[in-house]
């Protein structure tokens, strides 16, 4: 720290007002029931008229909407379903090219839809449990791909 920083907190005039950090630009993907039109005109108004809202779309086959602008994700769950009275969640599929054992279990969600998987790194959800080095050898022994295999089989 220099002495002019040093001489500049001493003479500051700000008296305790903070500076605001400026949000960034999000984009906010959220899993809410719709099922007609009237729940998606709902769905639609309760963030439309939030703070920072720059566009709301909705897909409903997919029980899908995506707010994008300078939002907290967490303020906009809680305002979407304090205004609607629906269970709101932060999208928790991901594509299931995205995940390495996409039928595992914990991962694998029949209602997901199509071409997604739930995300893996969410708590709830168990983790696929790691085969130990004992188990890999002897997948591996009697593996097609592995040229020195066993040719009993």
Known sequence: MGVLDHVSEMFDCSHGHKIKKRRQLQTVEIKVKMDCEGCERKVRRS???MKGVSSVSLEPKA??????????PNKVVARMA???GKKVEIWPYVPYDVVAHPYASGVYDKKAPSGYVRRADDPGVSQLA???STEVRYTTAFSDENPAACVVM
Do not use: I, L, P
């Not at 995506?66 to 907290?72: A, S």
């Open 130 to 132: 790691r085969a130990s």
């Open 82 to 84: 304090h205004r609607t």
């Open 47 to 49: 963030v439309e008229g």
């Open 63 to 72: 029980h899908k909407v995506t707010v994008v602008g300078y939002v907290d």
